[in-house]
């Protein structure tokens, strides 16, 4: 839980408005010793190769160390996740909740609540759905980090309390035999300490993220300060 890292940042290769250079420059203005560039990819992505190239590029001219992260959202509870072919060079897989990946695919978060209030949806189902496809996305030669978890729980009127602890303790156990990480989002504030403590138990590195589309807000951190206070006093 390292406040001098900010392992989740975008840029104009995807929905952020700095490039990599002026997101470099502004962890370098923090003193930041880690960056993780993190850009959005969906299977038809073709810009892949030339992104890994500027982050390589972008290594020589600093002395932060730089992670060459692309972030796809879990499809389906098979943990299939929204890739293109051809990531070689990509260190880091974030596994993000955009939609919610239910058995049948990934499904807009209002029909998930309208469908949850209407009864034709158990809440339980749909928790049970997140934790699975989560934990089947862990288990990839690449290193994989679950990327804001349980964002989209307020989206579909539930809250991180709705999560039974044994499925967290399943998940963190999950991310630990795989040895992949989970991130603290500054930009979502989530997940709680309490959602993070079985993941802290079972060793799971937890890192510090603010999710940036922009330089201003890279490595600035209130929430995930927070979150770090409450598991550090156990
Ligand atoms: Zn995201
Ligand atoms: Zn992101």
């Known amino acids: 839980m ?3 890292a900010d392992l989740h940042v975008h840029s104009t290769f ?3 408005r700095g490039t990599i250079e002026e997101n470099i420059a502004a962890a370098e203005a923090l003193g930041l010793g880690t ?3 993190v850009d959005h990819v969906r299977v038809d992505t073709d810009w892949v190769p030339a992104y890994v190239e500027a982050v390589q590029r972008a290594r020589d001219g600093t002395a932060v160390e730089l992670r060459c992260g692309i972030e796809a959202k ?3 509870t098979t943990g299939a996740l929204d890739l293109p072919g051809g990531i070689d060079g990509i260190d880091a897989i974030y596994a993000a909740d955009h939609q919610v990946p239910l058995a049948d695919g990934p499904t807009h978060p209002r029909e998930v609540r309208e469908r949850i209030a209407g009864g034709d949806l158990d809440p339980a189902v749909v928790i049970d759905a997140i934790l699975t496809s989560t934990a089947r996305a862990l ?3 690449q290193r994989v980090v679950i990327a804001h978890f349980l964002s989209i729980l307020p989206k579909i009127g539930l809250t991180e309390a709705d999560v039974p602890p044994e499925g967290l303790e399943r998940l963190a156990a ?3 035999r795989t040895g992949q990480e989970i991130e603290i989002s500054e930009r979502w504030r ?3 300490a309490a959602t993070l403590r079985p993941f802290l138990r079972q060793g799971v590195p937890i890192a510090l993220s603010t999710d940036s589309h922009k330089s201003e807000t890279i490595g600035r951190y209130d ?3 927070e979150v770090r206070r409450e598991l550090q006093a156990g």
């Open 35 to 37: 960056l993780g560039c």
């Open 74 to 76: 879990l499809l389906d």
């Open 223 to 225: 929430y995930c300060l």
């Open 139 to 141: 288990d990839r030669p």
């Open 190 to 192: 989530c997940p709680s």
């Open 2 to 4: 390292n406040p001098l």
């Open 14 to 16: 995807s929905d952020g």
């Open 174 to 176: 999950e991310a630990a």
